[in-house]
């Protein structure tokens, strides 16, 4: 396939340290850049800033390799940068290690040239002169060419919102489609950028939806900002959105803190989670309307968490653990005797309270901020996959966090915390709740054995797995309550339920 080819022009040598940052934000392991211009063209101004930028250290020293040929950085991605400028001969990349190095992380060419057809694939990028400052000129394979497209978009939208010359950072990129960047501004105030294009191109199940819509996960940004807005609306802390293309799928929004929800040891601290707790409580005490505001003439449907959603999630249980457990593929028996035991439980939950559903109210998405007061001490993030239903699911979410081993001790006292506060905002159903919790533990951590799996198998993000043996020990406790014997003697027949080593 051809490569595709676009321009930027860069004025000065903040504005080419600012193209680094836009480059380097797109790059991924495997991506090989090769920087051809002529001796001053700027091109070792713009490696070190690439470098920079994927260190996070805009202080870092990064020597030209001219002499060295090659010098590497730990970095993001680890980076490798390479000066061909002494090169005899192309056959001298093998002892290089250039095809290595892109292997395993990103390679930064200059004079290509030198390298004859070895880098057809590469990403190029060309700096001539142009007045005062530069013009880049850029072509790639497509699929590089969009993740830079897409960079320089996200450039464009900073600068249309009042923040010229920000500096970016790549922050995260979730188990889904969106990724985050920390911004910072001018007079040094940190942002968040969200980068959350339009789901497009899912393969279809056989309903002739995809994955995402059946299971009602959010399409588009305007669920983030509607959540958001609506959250602050009712005093409790989302971030504030400071700029939006809903169509480019693009927020600019408040960095509500740095500090985690876990310790810095990374375990849980049963302050913060019963706080949690009480706030879950607030929030389910709240109004949420079916359609909430987004923008004057939008608005965003809260689509409620029905059996179809639901089942969607659990069947990844037997479409992607059970192959990954018993090293084959379900029957179809196995597969109808799994959701039939199913349906009978979800109808069992459409009995109990429903209300705000966030789905991963877990420690991911709670920022600690514990100079502030009450609830204030809790930033909300990632609301957009929001929906109506069962509200002991987040409950369940939090007590049972996928991300962090939560000691059955302390899962109590979450569960207690919610109830307690629940209780003196007037009657509730104790029993009912605790059916209903154990029920909704039992569906996420169903889900979150086949999500994992699917993220090792289809996704190839390997680091999910570990966290398969919690996440049965979680099932484990959730399938205690009679009303999940049925489904827990299907589990123990599969093996589902194993106990795993110490």
Not at 20 to 34: F, N, P, Q, T
């Amino acid at each position: 396939m051809s490569a595709r080819v676009l321009e930027r022009f860069l004025p000065d040598e903040e504005a080419t340290a600012l193209f680094g940052e836009d480059i380097a934000v797109a790059l991924k392991s495997g991506d090989v850049l090769a920087l051809k211009g002529d001796l001053g063209a700027g091109k070792t101004t713009l490696a070190r800033a690439i470098i920079r930028a994927l260190a996070g250290n805009p202080e870092l020293d990064v020597p030209s390799p001219t002499f060295t040929l090659t010098q590497s950085y730990d970095a993001r991605l680890p980076v490798h940068h390479f000066d061909l400028y002494r090169l005899a001969d192309p056959d001298e990349l093998e002892e290089l290690g250039l095809a290595e190095a892109a292997e395993n992380g990103v390679a930064l060419v200059e004079w290509p040239e030198r390298a004859g057809a070895a880098l057809a694939d590469a990403i190029r990028l060309e700096l001539h002169e142009s007045g005062e400052g530069r013009l880049a000129v850029i072509s790639a394979p497509q699929e590089a060419m969009l993740r830079l497209e897409r960079s320089f978009a996200i450039r464009d939208f900073l600068n249309k919102a009042g923040e010229l010359r920000a500096h970016r950072a790549f922050l995260l990129g979730d188990a889904s489609l969106r990724a985050y960047e920390t911004v910072a501004t001018r007079l040094g105030e940190k942002r968040i950028l969200m980068n959350a294009p339009e789901r497009r191109d899912e393969p279809l199940l056989p309903s002739g939806r995809p994955y995402s819509r059946t299971a009602h996960l959010a399409q588009s940004v305007s669920a983030s900002v509607a959540m958001a807005k609506a959250m602050r609306a009712r005093g409790f802390s989302a971030y504030d959105v400071y700029a939006q293309d809903l169509e480019a799928g693009l927020l600019l929004v408040e960095h509500l803190g740095d500090v985690p929800f876990l310790s810095p040891e990374g375990e849980p601290v049963a302050e913060r989670y019963l706080e949690a707790a009480r706030l879950l409580a607030a929030i389910h005490e709240a109004d949420w309307p079916a359609d909430l505001p987004v923008a004057e003439g939008v608005s965003h449907h809260l689509p409620l968490y029905d059996r179809e959603a639901l089942g969607i999630e659990v069947s990844l249980l037997t479409d992607w653990y059970m192959p990954f457990m018993a090293g084959r593929p379900a029957s179809e028996a196995e597969r109808q005797g799994y959701m039939e035991r199913w349906e009978r439980l979800f109808a069992r939950l459409e009995q109990f309270e429903q209300n705000l559903v966030l789905r991963d109210f877990h420690s991911p998405n709670l920022i600690w901020r514990a100079e502030r007061h009450g609830f204030d001490r809790l930033g909300l993030i990632d609301l957009q996959d929001a929906v109506r239903g069962p509200a002991a699911y987040d409950v369940a979410s939090l007590a049972l966090d996928a991300r962090v081993t939560m000691p059955e001790d302390l899962e109590r006292q979450i569960v207690e915390a919610y109830c307690a506060a629940r209780r003196e905002q007037g009657a509730f159903d104790r029993a009912a709740f605790d059916e209903a919790y154990a029920i909704c533990a039992t569906q996420r951590n169903s889900k979150l054995l086949g999500t994992f799996v699917r993220l090792e198998k289809r996704d190839h993000k390997p680091f999910y797995i570990r966290h398969l043996p919690r996440i049965r020990t979680y099932l484990r406790r959730a399938m205690r309550h009679p009303a999940l014997a049925e489904l827990k003697a299907f589990y123990d027949e599969a093996g589902f339920l194993r106990e795993d080593e110490a």
